[in-house]
């Protein structure tokens, strides 16, 4: 984790309502190149919402967001897996990689369908893919990018155990590049030794914001 430079992306305060109900409160957070912040909570929490509102999809309630990013720099992973069932896995990839404005080569596109393990399945269907497929290859759509943010909103899902190792992996990957990866997750023991910050919401507020050791001794996970 890289401390000494500028945050790429700083929350001050920051606090969300969906209509009259209120979400969380007074959110803070810096999140620096390099670092892994695991964000925890109970189920509606807010998590997701939080994500969203540091990738930029939504405009908090209260409270202030800002970037140290250029447009296009945020890689975010959401709950649904963003495939085309009619295309194929590299089309998948191309379509999305030119909704970016990029325009990557073939060998680019295989090199990271095999990063993920499909680089066999690459002119099957993503509509035949099980689960699990559907999520690598919607993982290898946000490392295509290269970002130097990556919002991952529970990307375990689906995943068999090798599936997790390469998530695993190029989590490790995105950290040793200079790269921030912001992770939401139900698995806190599991996950919490792999980031270098817990972030909780629970209560609607920040309920906890440190090392992951500090976490596991809060949580009584220790």
């Not at 967001?65 to 945020?74: F, Q, S, Y």
């Not at 290269?146 to 090798?162: F, H, I, Q, V, W």
């Amino acid at each position: 984790m890289t401390q000494s430079k500028p945050a790429l992306v700083s929350l001050n305060g920051v606090g969300h309502f969906f209509g009259q109900r209120l979400v969380f409160r007074q959110v803070s957070l810096d999140v620096a190149p390099g670092e892994v912040v695991l964000v925890l909570g109970p189920n509606g929490a807010g998590k997701s919402t939080l994500l969203q509102i540091v990738a930029g999809l939504l405009t908090p309630g209260s409270g202030e967001v800002a970037w140290n990013l250029e447009h296009g720099e945020i890689g975010y992973l959401g709950h649904g897996t963003c495939v085309y069932p009619f295309l194929s896995a590299s089309e998948n990839l191309l379509f999305w990689a030119r909704m970016h404005g990029m325009t990557p080569s073939i060998s680019e596109i295989s090199t990271v369908l095999d990063r993920v393990e499909l680089k066999a399945a690459a002119l099957e269907r993503a509509g035949t893919f099980s689960r699990g497929m559907a999520q690598r290859l919607s993982l290898a759509r946000v490392l295509l990018l290269n970002s130097r943010m990556l919002l991952l909103d529970e990307p375990a899902t689906g995943l068999d155990t090798a599936s997790r190792a390469i998530l695993d992996r190029e989590i490790g990957q995105a950290r040793a590049r200079g790269a921030a990866v912001v992770w939401v997750s139900h698995d806190a023991r599991r996950d919490a030794l792999l980031t270098d910050r817990v972030l909780v919401l629970q209560g609607k507020r920040q309920a906890f914001l440190g090392s992951a050791n500090d976490y596991l001794e809060w949580s009584g996970d220790a």
